[in-house]
């Protein structure tokens, strides 16, 4: 495997020792890979089934490649491991590094969604049978891995994605780890439970992070090895221990279950746009909120979170409002 890449370009040595190689490069490989081929039982999209686990296009920890290839960096029960998947004549090719490696390939088929049933949903609304034709190779991932999901999604509680993308790229980055193996370059494993339990306060402001979601994210970090436990949960139960932390409610749980458990049923309420979409997408309606959706989703009980993904993948979105003409514009049309 090493000897595809290209070779290692020299680093560049800033002040204070640290060492940079070019972005999109990878690093030399340490030590040979482990690999798994897994052969999946039916259509399988990589990007539509990993995307999720993606937090903006500058995510440390997941990167796709020209090639195909999808990457990702995790913080596993065995410590930090690199994965790299990619699909070949219909099979899933994978390949880890790190003390990880050999946890991340075992649950690979889970991640690629093989405990999840997609014929389990009947579409009732003839836009969800024609996105769910187009789209074959939906699959719910299962990542088993909770904190992974839990943080970011804290830190995506009542900000614009882009001021959490932020945060989540600069806290892993200065705090995690460089991945293992030959990772495409600045992929980071983020800080173990310990490690962000002792990111100062200072650190938190300077990513935009305020105390509120600071204080979620450390109260977790007391409990982590209790939430983790809850990959062997119901999505539901897992859930309901989730949000015995305070500042977890049912936003933050249901965004955290839906990638660590592949939760089919999850929805997402409290958000600021989902309730709209559906709204509109299955009733013309752009003004729901969330017990409209709830009520809409009914029929789907058991798959509303796909629902709801469906749905999103459509790309039917209530039309933007035009802005208000002023009184002096009405002679310049």
Not at 52 to 58: A, D, M, T, Y
Not at 295 to 315: K, N
């Amino acid at each position: 495997m090493a000897g595809r890449f290209p070779p290692r370009p020299t680093p560049t040595t800033l002040r204070g020792g640290d060492v940079v190689v070019p972005t999109g490069v990878p690093r030399q490989v340490t030590a040979p890979g482990r690999r798994r081929v897994w052969a999946p039982p039916g259509p399988l999209d990589l990007g539509l089934v990993l995307g999720p686990l993606r937090r903006g296009p500058g995510d440390p920890t997941f990167r796709a490649t020209p090639d195909g290839s999808v990457w990702r960096a995790s913080h596993t029960p065995q410590g930090p491991g690199t994965l790299r998947v990619a699909l070949r004549s219909g099979a899933a090719e994978a390949e880890a590094w790190g003390p990880g490696a050999e946890w991340l390939l075992d649950r690979l088929p889970e991640m690629l969604g093989a405990s999840d049933d997609p014929d389990a949903f009947e579409p009732r609304h003839r836009l969800l049978a024609l996105v769910r034709k187009r789209r074959p190779g939906l699959r719910l991932t299962r990542t088993g891995l909770v904190l992974e999901s839990l943080i970011p999604s804290v830190l995506e509680q009542k900000v614009t994605t882009d001021e959490a993308y932020r945060a989540w790229r600069l806290l892993v980055r200065k705090f995690g780890e460089p991945a293992p193996g030959p990772a495409p370059g600045r992929m980071h494993v983020m800080p173990a439970p310990r490690t962000w339990a002792l990111i100062p306060s200072w650190e938190w402001h300077r990513a935009g992070v305020d105390d509120k979601r600071a204080s979620t994210i450390l109260r977790a970090m007391r409990v982590a090895a209790r939430l983790e436990q809850t990959t062997a949960m119901e999505p539901a139960e897992a859930q309901a221990r989730l949000e015995v932390v305070p500042g977890i409610g049912p936003w933050t749980s249901a965004e955290t279950v839906q990638r660590s458990h592949g939760a089919a049923d999850s929805v997402t309420v409290g958000d600021l746009h989902l309730p709209g979409i559906v709204g509109y997408a299955l009733a013309g309606d752009r003004h729901a909120d969330d017990e409209v959706m709830l009520s809409l989703l009914e029929p789907y009980a058991g798959q509303r979170h796909r629902a709801a993904r469906l749905i999103l993948l459509s790309g039917r979105v209530p039309p933007r409002r035009a802005p208000r003409m002023r009184r002096g514009d009405i002679g310049r049309l």
